[in-house]
Antibody, heavy 118, light 110 residues
Framework: EVQLVESGGGLVQPGGSLRLSCAAS????????MSWVRQAPGKGLEWVAN????????YYVDSVKGRFTISRDNAKNSLYLQMNSLRAEDTAVYYC???????????WGQGTLVTVSS | QTVVTQEPSFSVSPGGTVTLTCGLS?????????PSWYQQTPGQAPRTLIY???TRSSGVPDRFSGSILGNKAALTITGAQADDESDYYC??????????FGGGTKLTVL
């Protein structure tokens, strides 16, 4: 069974940093692109970033470019999102999802909540 | 900036048929955007329904179908059931790994 389990969320002050993790199991992690998708409270879904199989290719939504870094460790079957210079508008549930053919999302994790507030 | 448009809300009677659409603020949606659809109930992670315009994800009942209608992608639910009451999101692939979600449609079954 495919499982994606996010962790690392919490309360952080504006300007602070946080690192999210996503532990994958039940499939060959190194064969797939992976994405982060977020959802602000009461709002819609927003794709944030993705990374290719070996970590050499990465894409970001404009609003996080220069602040967030997506990465992966295939030996640990793990996906990461390093978030720096956090803003109130980054408050959201962050989901990791497996990319399928780059055009759609397959399995999703249950999400981890990030709250940026003083 | 490309905006993906969806109806904010829709309602359907139990047993009825409803079609939700996914458009672009500028231009037409085609299969080249590989439209996909996701269902989300409050407090839950999204569930993949349709990908590549009209392919149902594993385990999705055949009363959910996808298509291109005119200049938009469409999700049709035939024989709506109470547990179809959810938020529905479309995603369009913009190239170079970039995806854009629509704003979502809140579907009420009553």
């Amino acid at each position: 069974e495919v499982q994606l389990v996010e962790s690392g969320g919490g309360l952080v002050q504006p300007g602070g940093s946080l690192r999210l993790s996503c532990a994958a199991s039940g499939f060959t992690f190194s064969n797939f692109w992976m994405s982060w998708v977020r959802q602000a409270p009461g709002k819609g879904l927003e794709w944030v970033a993705n990374v290719n199989q070996d970590g050499s290719e990465k894409y970001y939504v404009d609003s996080v470019k220069g602040r967030f870094t997506i990465s992966r460790d295939n030996a640990k079957n793990s996906l990461y999102l390093q978030m720096n210079s956090l803003r109130a508008e980054d408050t959201a549930v962050y989901y990791c999802a497996r990319d399928e053919g780059l055009s759609w999302f397959g399995p999703w994790g249950q999400g981890t909540l990030v709250t940026v507030s003083s | 900036q490309t905006v993906v448009t969806q109806e904010p809300s829709f309602s359907v009677s139990p047993g009825g048929t409803v079609t939700l659409t996914c458009g672009l603020s500028s231009g037409s949606v085609s299969t080249s955007y590989y439209p996909s659809w996701y269902q989300q109930t409050p407090g839950q992670a999204p569930r993949t329904l349709i990908y590549s315009t009209n392919t149902r994800s594993s385990g999705v009942p055949d009363r959910f179908s996808g298509s291109i209608l005119g200049n938009k992608a469409a999700l049709t639910i035939t024989g709506a059931q109470a547990d179809d009451e959810s938020d529905y999101y479309c995603v369009l692939y913009m190239g170079r790994g970039l995806r854009v979600f629509g704003g979502g449609t809140k579907l009420t079954v009553l």
